[in-house]
């Protein structure tokens, strides 16, 4: 079995976790422009503020259940692996928390 390079890996996992990084933000600017205009003429009623209340909850609900199932994705990662061998095994865990 070849084993990773350990500066490789870690090369890998940050260029995936600023992919990810820059998709969120790239996200939040043209949701942003896109709405901004909308934004103005909409009336601040019950209904709108309930529905900002809404999304932020299930932002940091999110959160929550993301940190959680990294958790849970690293536990699994058996420690007494030499380190080229579990630095493969960080970056599933990142991969897949991202996606969700």
């Known amino acids: 079995m070849e084993t990773a390079n350990p500066k490789l890996t870690l090369r890998s996992m940050q260029i995936v976790h600023l992919a990810l ?10 949701s942003f422009v ?8 909409l009336p601040v ?8 209340y809404v999304a932020c909850g299930m ?4 959160v ?10 690293l536990g699994k990662i058996d420690t007494s ?4 061998q579990k630095l493969p ?3 599933v865990p990142i991969l897949r928390v991202g996606l969700y």
């Open 45 to 52: 009623d019950e209904t709108h503020l309930t529905l900002v």
């Open 81 to 84: 692996l030499p380190l080229s």
């Open 89 to 91: 095994q960080y970056l």
């Open 34 to 41: 896109n709405n901004a205009n909308s934004l103005a003429l």
């Open 21 to 30: 990084m820059i998709g969120v933000a790239l996200f939040m600017v043209i």
């Open 64 to 73: 929550i259940i993301s940190s959680a199932l990294f958790n849970n994705l």
């Open 59 to 62: 932002a940091v609900v999110s």
